[in-house]
Nanobody, 118 residues
Framework: QVQLVESGGGLVQAGGSLRLACAAS????????MGWYRQAPGKERELVAS???????NYADSVKGRFTISRDGAKNSVYLQMNSLKPEDTAVYYC????????????WGQGTQVTVSS
């Protein structure tokens, strides 16, 4: 079982920045793709950014150039730096871990609210 704990959400004005953090319960980066998803009210959960086992980052078109995903193996943590935030970025953000070989091994954090005011 992998436990993921997010932190760093909050309320920010449009154009501002926030940094989300996700702490994993063990050293899992060699086996799991780590990702950040978000879900706005009335919408489906969508992938925001992910970091593969091999170390490559992938971003949704809507956040390219504004968000940066990173990881720290020593701290078993993944981060999402969000700059130039827009009201449409308002959502609950979830940390995710997907095993690279076993699809059933998928874990989620509890979510953290990000609200961007206009």
């Amino acid at each position: 079982q992998v436990q993921l704990v997010e932190s760093g959400g909050g309320l920010v004005q449009a154009g501002g920045s926030l940094r989300l953090a996700c702490a994993a319960s063990g050293s899992i980066f060699r086996s799991y793709t780590m990702g950040w998803y978000r879900q706005a009210p009335g919408k489906e959960r969508e992938l925001v950014a992910s970091f593969s086992v091999g170390g490559s980052a992938n971003y949704a078109d809507s956040v390219k150039g504004r968000f940066t995903i990173s990881r720290d193996g020593a701290k078993n943590s993944v981060y999402l730096q969000m700059n130039s935030l827009k009201p449409e970025d308002t959502a609950v953000y979830y940390c995710n871990a997907d095993h690279s070989l076993i699809p059933a091994r998928r874990f989620w954090g509890q979510g953290t609210q990000v609200t961007v005011s206009s």
